[in-house]
């Protein structure tokens, strides 16, 4: 089957920009009528199927949303995520489409049929996708954004958690517990969230003073992104920071099984405050994830590229959270 024709491939012949060939076809300003006569002619001899790439009307059009399968599999979280997305798209005037990707569609870099269907004005990319699989799909020459990820050394616009800030709050706050040996629950090289919530607790930590230690840094998720059983080291230390809260549900579990008590034995915190913080016993200390204002910032974002309101550097957007402490450290259940 032969490959569609991109914008890109449009672009490349004439020796003009991606946006150029976007304006033309969507019959925005920017361009010459010669110009926009020469794209619309090359379009269709090329055999260009979009009729519209971005909609004339403002507040109308489909926003596409591209998710590795191991999230929506694996962590409720990037649902609950989903439903805000679908929610603040809806207010907006835009329809908001999924598209899970699967390992191998990731691994080979194909196209989505959101992209090759023309079914959408833009792209958010949701969670954690390989660098080569994104390029492919901005090749296309829609805008698009990353959504609570992003790519270190790399310009691209995405709207993020503040992860370092997170991992640092709840460090300092088992530091203030008294808590000196504390460990940290995640896979840091799975996802750019996960990292930075290591990187804000070592920051907490060397700011005390103390040296993180390599043995009390736990993998949670194989190579694939899958939860994996916990293997707790001995000696424990007297405190845990989890990457999320289904990871901080689990290692509690595995610490009863164990005859340990939380918080007196052993503290533990989760991270985003979702299903698993309160389903917990007792009630996990966490960082609430401001999902609502991570949807409306993407969205409301998007939608401005798509209308070409936007400049074209690239931003981040950094949304901040908020620590809530229950018993799980030692404080009062909210």
């Not at 979280?77 to 908001?96: D, E, H, M, P, Q």
């Not at 004005?121 to 954690?128: R, V």
């Not at 804000?200 to 736990?218: S, T, V």
Request: charged share 25%; proline share 5%; with cysteine.
């Amino acid at each position: 089957m032969a490959k569609p024709v991109r914008m890109a491939d449009i672009a490349e012949k004439l020796d003009i920009s991606v946006v150029s060939v976007s304006k033309a076809l969507s019959g925005k300003p920017g361009v010459s009528e010669e110009m926009r006569a020469k794209i619309v002619a090359l379009a269709k001899q090329l055999g260009y199927e979009g009729t519209k790439v971005h909609s004339e009307l403002a507040g109308t059009g489909n926003i596409g949303v591209l998710v590795s399968d191991r999230f929506f599999a694996e962590n409720a979280f990037y649902t609950n995520l989903y439903r805000s997305l679908v929610l603040k798209s809806g207010s907006t005037g835009f329809t908001c489409v999924v598209e899970i990707i699967t390992p191998e569609a990731e691994r080979s870099c194909a196209l989505p049929s959101l992209i090759t269907g023309r079914k959408v004005d833009g792209i958010i990319f949701m969670g954690n996708l390989a660098p080569a699989y994104l390029r492919t799909v901005e090749e296309a020459g829609l805008p698009g954004l990353l959504l609570d990820f992003q790519l270190p050394g790399r310009a691209r616009d995405c709207v993020i958690s503040d992860n370092l800030d997170g991992g640092y709050a709840l460090t300092e706050h088992l530091l203030s517990q008294g808590r000196r040996q504390i460990g940290f629950v995640g896979s840091i090289r799975a996802t750019t969230s996960i990292m930075d919530r290591y990187l804000g607790y070592q920051k907490a930590l060397r700011l005390a003073g103390l040296i993180p230690r390599e043995e009390w840094l736990l993998e949670d998720r194989d190579q694939n992104g899958l939860f994996i059983p916990l293997q707790l080291p001995d000696p424990l230390p007297e405190a845990f920071l989890c990457s999320c809260d289904e990871v901080a549900y689990n290692l509690v579990e595995a610490l009863r099984r164990m005859g340990k008590r939380v918080p007196e034995d052993v503290a533990v915190c989760g991270y985003d405050d979702f299903r698993f913080a309160t389903l917990c016993q007792p009630p996990l200390t966490t960082y609430r994830v401001n999902v609502e204002q991570m949807a409306a910032a993407v969205v409301s974002w998007l939608a401005r590229r798509i209308r070409q309101e936007e400049p074209l550097t690239p931003m981040m957007w950094t949304v901040p959270g908020q620590l809530v402490v229950r018993e799980s450290t030692g404080g009062a259940a909210e």
